[in-house]
């Protein structure tokens, strides 16, 4: 996908995939701005960052959702966060960020650094930021730390893999595992892993 900035709200945005799927999804883009009560280039933004993230496609003035776009509004709420965070991990904006944040110390990064990944676009670079940020948080690839201005990674925990028994098949989950003696193993248990929400 290109670079795109986004210049909507997660709201605005379901907003405007709301209405469109109230028109068979399938509307002309004059329509929807005249049904929103705004101008056509005010829907622009939520259009344009819809499409990036293939939720819609736009031709010749229509607008028409996509099977993601379908899928999103059929979500729970749960659902549509991961739908979007896995459409978000395909922006070159995202996964440019996620990468960062993967390499950053402590996987943070401070509002500057955060605005020297964007600051070639021609938005205003505050608006744009807190787009950002606010995407980033609804999908739960990081969180916002408002008093130290940081974005920070969010970590997923995965739970370890149960050894193969001598049969080939995972042991059994449970207190300790039978031993070749018959007795326990009262070996502590393993740490759980843990994968960073990057790209």
Known sequence: MPTTYPKCSPS?????LVLLDSHKGDEDVARLADDLDLEIDEILPSLDFAEALDFVQVTDGRSTLTDTGRR??????RER??????QLRRTTLFRTLMRALESAPEHRLTDSELLR???FTTAPSDEVV???VNWGRYAELFRYDADDHLVVAIRRTTPPRAPPTATGRPASPGL????ASGG???SPPRAQS???AVC
């Open 72 to 77: 999103f509004l059929a979500g729970t709420i």
């Open 81 to 86: 966060k991961a739908v979007v965070r896995d």
């Open 130 to 132: 807190q787009n950002i």
């Open 184 to 186: 326990t193993d009262r």
């Open 176 to 179: 300790g595992s039978s031993t």
């Open 12 to 16: 605005e945005l379901t907003g405007l």
């Open 117 to 119: 990944l964007v600051e």
């Open 194 to 196: 843990t994968a960073f």
